[in-house]
């Protein structure tokens, strides 16, 4: 059993910066991937971002690409997200989620994580 708690969403000016953490209990933390996902209002939950349970291998939305970095601490059992650049369009509650040594090409889908938090939201205007 994993729970996961987000914190670190706020409001903040277009071109902004906000890092989002992600923080897990269980012993079992370094054998999941984690990934962050973002709703905003009348829209489907869509991925962001992703990381394996180990760090080695990264994913991202092409719209996120190049302005947000993942990473872990495993040490810490914590996943951070750290967003650059923001636009207004990044406006979403975003969620982290947690599932067991999934293959990459499975980090899109949202029916791949078992696990998720109750999200943190991020508001950036114009």
């Known amino acids: 059993q994993v729970q996961l708690v987000e914190s670190g969403g706020g409001l903040v000016q277009a071109g902004g910066s906000l890092r989002l953490s992600c923080a897990a209990s269980?012993?079992?933390?370094?054998?999941?991937?984690i990934s962050w996902f973002r709703q905003a209002p009348g829209e489907e939950r869509e991925f962001v971002a992703a990381i394996s349970w180990r760090g080695g291998i990264t994913l991202y939305a092409d719209s996120v690409q190049g302005r947000f970095t993942i990473s872990r601490d495993n040490g810490k059992n914590t996943v951070y997200l750290q967003m650059n650049s923001l636009k207004p369009e990044d406006t979403a509650v975003y969620y982290c989620?947690?599932?067991?040594?999934?293959?990459?090409?499975?980090?899109?889908?949202?029916?791949?994580?078992?696990?998720w938090g109750q999200g943190t939201q991020v508001t950036v205007s114009s």
């Open positions: 269980g012993p079992t933390f370094s054998s999941y991937a």
């Open positions: 989620a947690a599932a067991y040594k999934p293959s990459p090409t499975n980090y899109r889908i949202k029916r791949t994580y078992d696990y």
